[in-house]
């Protein structure tokens, strides 16, 4: 049974630090790109971090140097260290994972942050 877990989301004030968890379970974890994506209210879910399965990372330009994406492949875990926060950083954050040249085969539940003061 494939599942995605996401977890560490919560309240952290304007300029503030969070990492986020994705645990990972029912799948090869080693050979899966994880992708971190966020929906704030009323908006589309928008794509926030790529680690491929050999450790490439990118980012969109709304978060490039404020957040870093990795992975634990022994503990199946990907992770989202998030810094310099800003309150339109608000939103669900959602893990994925796909093989390479697939996307999203599997999603996690979502964590919430907040970021306000």
């Known amino acids: 049974q494939v599942q995605l877990v996401e977890s560490g989301g919560g309240l952290v004030q304007p300029g503030g630090s969070l990492r986020l968890s994705c645990a990972a379970s029912g799948f090869t974890f080693n050979n899966y790109n994880m992708r971190w994506y966020r929906q704030a209210p009323g908006k589309e879910r928008e794509w926030v971090a790529l680690?491929?399965?050999?450790?490439?990372?990118n980012y969109p330009t709304a978060v490039k140097g404020r957040f870093t994406i990795s992975r634990d492949n022994a503990k199946n875990t990907a992770y989202l260290q998030m810094s310099s926060m800003k309150p339109e950083d608000t939103a669900v954050y959602y893990c994925?994972?796909?093989?390479?040249?697939?996307?999203?085969?599997?999603w996690g539940q979502g964590t919430q942050v907040t970021v306000s003061s």
């Open positions: 680690i491929t399965s050999s450790g490439n990372t």
């Open positions: 994925s994972a796909g093989r390479p040249g697939r996307i999203n085969e599997y």
